[in-house]
Each structure stands twice: as structure tokens, then as C-alpha cells.
């Protein structure tokens, strides 16, 4: 046997593998499960179904941490609805609104001691932190093989819920598996 046709061999089934990549189909799928993060998505663990030209987007990341001095819960739960515009072969072009909720909770314990009298008094502070978030704009989905990063931007408005509100530019990402 030559090496041409040992190469040959080997590669063949690589090859007869890969093939789907350089098909003419839109290779991403109805189901997309991944990492997202920005001001309207909100960030964490993301899933994305597609509904033919529809789709919707649950992002959310529950974090807690405890030690002898500090407490601290932070959640962000994201809820999008998408709209796909325009498929091609690599790059879809799609447009998102949604809305992000975004919650934290610290309970700091700092231990003062005061001197000449060598006095411990503890000061326990507590703070809550709320904010939604309101937004869309269009996005680009850059799709290769069943990988999919998604660049997305456009206007929010933010609210903490108590007095502060604003509208400003956005942007997110995600990097998803399609299945």
C-alpha cells in the first residue's frame, strides 16, 4: 500500500464526518443549551429553543456564599423572546427583547473593638439590591459545526426598583451547543 492511500483511509471517515459543516443547511438546532451574560439576557446557565422563526431564552445563575463574617445570595433570571430575520449559511441575524431581574442580598458582620476600654461591639450590616432591566435589539449568531456565539446589542432600561431608572446602550453574548 502506498501513503497516499494509507492517508486515504484514515481521513476518509474525518472527512464523511465533517461533511455536515460544509453543507448548504443551517446548522443550528432547535435546542441550544450554554453560557450567556449581558444587561437584558441576564447571565449564567442559558437555554434557547427555536420555534421555527421564534424562539425564547431562559438565562439564569443563583450564587451563595457564607462565611464567619459575611453572607451573600445573588440571582439573575433573564427571559428573552427572538425573532430570526435573515439564516445563512454561517451567520444568522435575529432580533431579541426581553427582560433580566437581577437580586442581591449581603449581611457583613465587622467586629470593632474600641481602646482604651477594650470594648467588642459587632455592627451587622444588611444590604438588598434590586434591578430590572428592559430591552432588545438585533443580534448576530456565528454558527460553525453545532457551536453557536451569539453577539447581540442594543438600548435597556434599567430600574432599581426604588428611585434610580435610565436608558442605556447593551450588549450580550452567549456561547451555546445546539442539539
Same mark, same amino acid.
Request: neutral net charge; without cysteine; proline residues 2%.
Given at each position: ?8 483511509? &484514515? ?79 454561517? &451567520? ?88
Amino acid at each position: 500500500m502506498t501513503n497516499k492511500t494509507i492517508l486515504l483511509i &484514515v481521513l476518509v471517515p474525518f472527512l464523511l464526518d465533517f461533511s455536515t459543516v460544509f453543507s448548504d443547511e443551517n446548522q443550528v438546532g432547535t435546542y441550544n443549551i450554554g453560557l450567556g451574560a449581558g444587561f437584558v439576557t441576564g447571565y449564567g446557565l442559558s437555554y434557547r429553543q427555536w420555534f421555527g422563526k421564534n424562539g425564547a431564552q431562559i438565562t439564569l445563575t443563583p450564587y451563595y456564599s457564607s462565611d464567619t463574617s459575611e453572607t451573600n445570595f445573588t440571582m439573575s433570571f433573564g427571559v428573552v423572546g427572538l425573532r430570526m430575520l435573515k439564516e445563512a449559511r454561517f &451567520v444568522n441575524l435575529f432580533a431579541y427583547y426581553g427582560a433580566h431581574f437581577w437580586y442581591s442580598y449581603d449581611k457583613r458582620t465587622d467586629l470593632i473593638i474600641s481602646y482604651p476600654q477594650t470594648t467588642e461591639v459587632s455592627q451587622v450590616t444588611y444590604t438588598r439590591n434590586k434591578k430590572i432591566f428592559v430591552g432588545g435589539g438585533p443580534g448576530l449568531d456565528i454558527h460553525f459545526w453545532k457551536l453557536s456565539f451569539n453577539v447581540m446589542f442594543g438600548l435597556d432600561f434599567t430600574s432599581d426598583m426604588a428611585n434610580s431608572t435610565g436608558i442605556n446602550f447593551t450588549g450580550e453574548t452567549g456561547l451555546y451547543y445546539s442539539f
